[in-house]
């Protein structure tokens, strides 16, 4: 059975970090390019970083960068994403999933195998 499960969510006061886990079972996670998305509440999901599986090459939106770091074991089979200097307005659900890729404009596409996602809360 194909399944990402993501962990690492919880509660954190702004300026902490926090480091999230997508893990896969049932296949390779090598073999695909992985977006982390969040929804926070009454917005929309939007994208926030993504690794590419050939070259490694990462994406950010511009207000994770320099505090977001994706990154990816292809050994344990699990990508992460680091989360540096939170803010209040990480707040949100975060999802993984296997995607084909990011356009310059931040769009990404191909979107297949999804995670249930795990909550972030930043607050003090």
């Known amino acids: 059975q194909v399944q990402l499960v993501e962990s690492g969510g919880g509660l954190v006061q702004p300026g902490g970090s926090l480091r999230l886990s997508c893990a896969a079972s049932?296949?390779?996670?090598?073999?695909?390019?992985i977006g982390w998305f969040r929804q926070a509440p009454g917005k929309e999901r939007e994208g926030v970083s993504c690794?590419?599986?050939?070259?490694?090459?990462?994406y950010y939106r511009d207000s994770v960068k320099g505090r977001f770091t994706i990154s990816r074991d292809n050994a344990k089979n699990v990508v992460y994403l680091q989360m540096n200097s939170l803010k209040p307005e990480d707040t949100a659900v975060y999802y993984c999933?296997?995607?084909?890729?990011?356009?310059?404009?931040?769009?990404?596409?191909?979107?297949?195998?999804w995670g249930k996602g795990t909550l972030v809360t930043v607050s003090s």
């Open positions: 690794i590419n599986n050939n070259d490694g090459t990462t």
């Open positions: 999933a296997t995607v084909l890729g990011v356009t310059t404009q931040g769009n990404y596409y191909g979107m297949d195998h």
């Open positions: 049932g296949f390779t996670l090598d073999y695909y390019s």
